[in-house]
């Protein structure tokens, strides 16, 4: 079992930034890729970014691209989320997600391990 902890949530103003961290512990961090994920209310959850164990690749969706930036701390067993310019669209649930192999993926059920997640909400 690898257990995730997300912190670093909270509440901004539009056009802000916050940074989410994810520490793992349990079985070894290494090898694996990582991705963040986010759900808001009454929707479905939906791929944020994901990073490959290395840290060399990285993949983002669209609706973050060039606001967001994944990076990880495989020392520290850690991953985080910069998020800049924060939108009222990008309120939700942000969770935490790791693989069992290294290469990178957006699927939602490539992910064997989650989080609890924890709330960011970003008022206009």
């Known amino acids: 079992q690898v257990q995730l902890a997300e912190s670093g949530g909270g509440l901004v103003q539009a056009g802000g930034s916050l940074r989410l961290s994810c520490a793992a512990s349990?079985?070894?961090?290494?090898?694996?890729?990582m991705g963040w994920f986010r759900q808001a209310p009454a929707k479905e959850r939906e791929f944020v970014a994901t990073?490959?164990?290395?840290?060399?690749?990285?993949t983002y969706a669209d609706s973050v691209k060039g606001r967001f930036t994944i990076s990880r701390y495989n020392a520290g067993n850690t991953v985080y989320l910069q998020m800049n310019s924060l939108k009222p669209e990008d309120t939700a649930v942000y969770y935490c997600?790791?693989?069992?192999?290294?290469?990178?993926?957006?699927?939602?059920?490539?992910?064997?391990?989650w989080g609890q997640g924890t709330q960011v909400t970003v008022s206009s």
């Open positions: 997600a790791a693989r069992d192999v290294a290469t990178e993926s957006r699927e939602r059920n490539a992910y064997i391990y």
């Open positions: 990073i490959s164990w290395s840290g060399r690749t990285t």
């Open positions: 349990g079985r070894t961090f290494s090898n694996r890729a």
